[in-house]
């Protein structure tokens, strides 16, 4: 492989959308930001340098940092961030991945529009499992406040209310014709007949699961999370946040007499509001050089697809099962077939007691919202976790004593009663695996404020999505349906709406890891947590020591 040197510099730049003007936190000037495209194996230098009043850290999300857990990024746990007028350098090798990933700012809400597509290709010479496509697309989906984003959590944070929704979601940046004044920021996918294209369709979202679906094409899945999957035709995607799904678009034989409009919007079962609006893309075959093969006419009529209703989790969990790894002799699929160590994690919603002398607007107006794993909500530390773990002094900074197990086990997905102890208890936790431990994770929703789904996310692993079912996880009965032989591998998973998913991967990857809910909504409530990988005996099993210019807390 090669090395590639990027420059970020972190500046605000003036945006408009929706018809009014905002400033906004952005790399190199672009929004979204500029795209990363590397071969599988190459080295990547990325120099960020913060010229704005936040402090910023960001995340390469869905690499896997093998032995440069330096270089992953999540704010409070990898490093302390990026202060004003510093620098630091993100240093990292890509090795056996190669697809559709991106990048983003891992600190509050500044992924809301710092972002952008990283492209793996694979080696020279090496070909996809797959026809080759006439030409490759990033499609990366967003959303836009007119507010600023950090005001709309730190409001929420503040009155412990949910936070005020987006105004809009985005195509590369684009909300679309179906947004008032926002007809000439529509992204235009320009294609000819006959040809594949090779869709790279993102999830940046902040908060929202989307559908997404093409007029009258349908699209064949052939990777999700830069790892190849067996190829399958569907209509409609779904693409939580922090996924990434490789789909092959086959364009029309001929000029067809119509414009296909493309459409996104949100998968939504919980509770309180959300941004119920569409973004729209279109794909326009372009007028033929030789103007008389043109079948098209002036005014083409604009077809529209369809979409699933807002709640269609049985639509869902269909489409989640679908998903299986190619599992050949080239990419083979490294299950791990035994476990060592077994983890029965609840994730949801839960309230914190509003402080004494404060009037909360959290549920029933007198609590605030907050999120859990097995109950512990997850308070950021002041130092970051990697550091005080690679020199030996997490005291005080965190402890591992998370739990492997609900403290107290309840009907999971039972209806929300009062008898229900919703409040959940605050801390730091970690829990540590020595080098090469074979994890199952069995992530079980939890209904404690009505049923939602959430976009699990693990750094510094792929994970294989061995199980998944409605309601409570039955340890006696459910295993024997794993599929241990082709499961998809993934970065994020849906942990569906009232159900359970089983996870398994293997610690083979040495330093702290965060794991997390990718609605940042969610996560700033608190649900997410830590693993610890030990050092295995090797030297190359070993997380080499802190680059020099490691930003200081
Ligand atoms: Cu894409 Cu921890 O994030």
């Not at 590397?38 to 093998?66: P, T, Y």
């Not at 004003?84 to 809400?109: C, K």
């Not at 005291?395 to 229900?420: A, H, I, K």
Request: aromatic fraction near 10%; charge should be positive; include cysteine.
């Amino acid at each position: 492989g090669v090395t590639r040197h990027y420059k970020f510099d972190i500046k605000l730049k003036n945006v408009t959308r929706l018809c009014q003007t905002k400033s906004i936190v952005a790399v190199n000037g672009k929004f979204p930001g500029p795209r990363i495209i590397a071969r599988e194996g190459d080295r990547i230098l990325v120099k960020v340098v913060n010229h704005v009043q936040n402090n910023i850290s960001l995340h390469w999300h869905g690499i896997r940092q093998l032995q440069s857990g330096w270089a992953d990024g999540p704010s409070y746990i990898t490093q302390c961030p990026i202060q004003t007028n510093q620098s630091y350098v993100y240093n990292f090798t890509i090795t056996g991945q190669r697809g559709t990933l991106f990048w983003h700012a891992h600190i509050s809400w500044l992924r809301a529009t710092v972002y952008g597509p990283l492209i793996i290709l694979p080696k020279h010479n090496a070909s996809y499992p797959f026809p080759k496509p006439h030409k490759e697309v990033p499609i990366i989906f967003g959303e836009w406040w007119k507010a600023d984003p950090e005001a709309v959590i730190r409001q929420a944070l503040q009155t412990g209310a949910g936070p005020n929704v987006s105004e809009a979601y985005t195509i590369n940046g684009l909300p679309g014709p179906l947004y008032n004044c926002s007809k000439k920021d529509t992204f235009r996918l320009k294609v000819k007949p006959g040809k594949t294209y090779l869709l790279r369709l993102i999830n940046a979202a902040v908060n929202d699961e989307l559908f997404f679906s093409i007029a009258n094409h349908s699209l064949t899945v052939v990777e999700a999370d830069a790892l190849y999957v067996k190829p399958f035709k569907t209509d409609i995607l779904l693409i939580t946040p922090g996924q990434t799904t490789n789909v092959l678009l086959r364009t029309k034989p001929s000029y067809p007499n119509a414009t296909f409009l493309m459409l996104a919007r949100p998968y939504f079962t919980g509770m309180g509001t959300f941004d119920n609006s569409t973004v729209a893309g279109i794909l326009e075959y372009k007028n033929p050089s030789n103007p008389s093969a043109s079948t098209s006419p002036k005014n083409p009529p604009l077809l529209k697809p369809t979409l699933p209703q807002i709640n269609a989790t049985s639509f869902v969990a269909n489409f989640s099962a679908k998903f299986r790894s190619l599992a050949n002799s080239k990419f083979p699929a490294n299950v791990p077939k035994t476990v060592r160590k077994r983890f029965f994690f609840t994730v949801g919603l839960g309230t914190n007691p509003c402080p004494k002398n404060q009037t909360c607007q959290g549920p029933n107006n007198s609590s605030k919202f907050a999120a859990s794993i097995n109950n512990i909500s997850f308070i950021l530390p002041t130092t970051a976790l990697l550091q005080s773990h690679f020199f030996g002094k997490s005291n005080g900074v965190f402890t591992t004593d998370f739990p492997t197990n609900p403290l107290q086990p309840f009907n999971y997905t039972g209806t929300p009663s009062n008898n229900t102890n919703i409040n959940v208890s605050n801390g730091t936790k970690a829990v540590v695996l020595k080098f090469n431990t074979s994890v199952e994770v069995v992530l079980q929703g939890t209904g404690i404020l009505g049923a939602e789904s959430h976009p699990l996310h693990l750094h510094g692993f792929n994970f294989f999505v061995v199980g998944q079912g409605f309601g409570n996880f039955n340890p006696n009965k459910d295993p024997a349906s794993f599929n241990l032989v082709d499961p998809v591998e993934r970065n994020t998973i849906g942990v569906p709406s009232g159900g359970w998913v089983a996870i398994r991967f293997l610690a083979d990857n040495p330093g702290v890891w965060l794991m997390h809910c990718h609605f940042d909504v969610h996560l700033s409530w608190g649900l997410r947590m830590a693993w610890v990988v030990q050092d295995g005996k090797l030297p190359n099993q070993k997380l080499p020591p802190p680059p020099s210019d490691l930003p200081k807390c």
